[in-house]
């Protein structure tokens, strides 16, 4: 949109951009949370027909065209494109959240790199072998990429990055659970890119649980029943959720204004060219937005659908904007998804890409998970800054962001 004739505002509730793949570096002490963050005013200073405001949008008059913010602030528009994303889901049991922090946010990063350090904080100062033991053990629920990223992230932790700091334990003693309901790792993934997958995590120490189902999560651990319908539990002080996602309040409010239809995750079920049925003027991309592909199946919500849509949305809306002008853009045919592949990190050198249908795994992949994550860093300088970080951690295992920020020690 930036050298169409529109007035374009950009409402957010936060005044940064987040490189949401990255997230689970900061959560495991590789990045800070600048380094995969970007001023919006920033990003688009020299964009002259962009505005960038900050507020929430909870609501919203479809007829009357008018966007309502949590403040009271309201905005007309002509065209509205949505892209609130998705919140972590824990499947109707939001109390799980006190004990079992998701990674959406910088907010939730922060708190899980504070509740992994503090771990080893806490084991090194116990003397009970029983307790020393709970803070040793590692829960993470789910084995999408997150779970796996932060399952290897973790191993890494304990075997290298920590493991001559500490007097009274050994960081590499840590047991490092993957939980998931599916009968294995990456269930989106092609099944032999999963079992590379797993190897790679079983390297570092990590054990795989697949198709168990969590039933509880408090302050000791986890509960779940195992392909044979029989309770487990693991006593833990650490559990992280990488389980799933569901849609924000504000697109529970956008269905419901706009009568629109939705699947059961609520993204709402799209036109064909990315608009709600019936109200043509409003586009939705991303975690939000429910459309099939080529295979009449829903595309998944990863990055590059989000981007692929964004892209298109923009381009539909200039061309209708300018339709009575001469030379205008052509209306756009239905939106079409070409799918990339999919990348996965594991560790050091280890890796799982599916890219034009090749299938890849170990160094290869890892060097192009690197190289892809690396461009669509926003800003060059970050770019320069993460390839640095990165390039230190591959020689030395350090990670420097090891932060225990927020509440201080206390008691447990």
């Known amino acids: 949109m930036r050298r169409a004739p529109l007035d374009v505002t950009l409402i957010d509730r936060r005044n940064f951009h987040l490189f949401q793949p990255l997230l689970y570096q900061v959560a495991t002490g590789s990045l800070s949370p600048a380094d995969i963050s970007a001023p919006l005013r920033g990003i688009l200073s020299r964009q002259k027909n962009t505005r960038v405001l900050m507020g929430e949008a909870v609501d919203l ?3 009357a065209r008018r966007l309502i913010l949590k403040d009271g602030g309201t905005f007309d528009y002509d065209f509205l494109l949505v892209a609130t994303g998705s919140k972590s889901s824990y499947y109707g049991n939001d109390q799980w959240s006190a ?4 990674l959406k946010t910088i907010e939730e990063a922060t708190a899980i790199r504070h509740k992994i350090l503090y771990a080893f904080e806490a084991a090194e100062r116990t003397a009970d072998a029983e307790l020393r033991r709970a803070w040793l053990t590692f829960v993470i629920v789910g084995a999408g990429a997150t779970g796996v990223e932060l399952a290897g992230a973790l191993g890494e932790i304990a075997r290298h990055t920590l493991k001559h700091d500490f007097r009274s334990i050994r960081p590499q003693e840590a047991q490092i659970f993957l939980l998931d309901g599916s009968s294995h790792v990456l269930p989106a993934y092609p099944e032999d890119l999963a079992a590379d997958a797993e190897r790679s995590l ?3 120490g990590v054990q795989v649980r697949t198709g168990v189902q969590v039933v509880g999560v408090d302050a000791n651990g986890v509960t779940f029943r195992n392909h ?5 539990c693991l006593i833990a002080k650490t559990v992280l959720w990488a389980g799933g996602v569901t849609v924000t309040s504000f697109g529970r409010a956008l269905a419901a204004r706009t009568q629109a239809p939705t699947d059961k995750q609520g993204r709402i079920r799209l036109n064909p060219d990315l608009t709600i049925p019936n109200w043509p003027e409003i586009y939705v991309v991303g975690d939000l937005a429910s459309v099939d592909g080529p295979d009449d199946k829903p595309l998944p919500g990863v990055a ?4 692929q849509g964004g892209a ?4 539909a809306i200039v061309a209708r904007a300018s339709s009575d002008r001469p030379g205008a853009p052509k209306p756009l045919r239905p939106f079409h998804y070409f799918d990339k592949g999919d990348l996965a990190v594991i560790g050091r050198g280890a890796a799982v890409a599916r890219i034009f249908g090749a299938h890849l795994s170990g160094l290869v992949a890892w060097l192009v998970w690197l190289f ?15 390839f640095i970080q990165w390039g230190f951690q591959y020689v030395t295992f350090s990670r420097g962001a090891r932060l225990i920020t927020g509440e201080g020690i206390k008691e447990e």
Not at 228 to 232: M, Y
Not at 312 to 315: G, R
């Open 372 to 386: 892809i994550h690396l461009m669509y860093l926003v800003q060059f300088q970050s770019r320069v800054i993460v």
């Open 304 to 307: 590059q659908v989000a981007m």
């Open 228 to 232: 044979r319908g029989e309770s487990e």
């Open 61 to 63: 008059d479809p007829q």
């Open 99 to 102: 004990s079992a922090p998701s």
């Open 202 to 204: 079983i390297r570092l």
């Open 312 to 315: 298109y949305a923009a381009k």
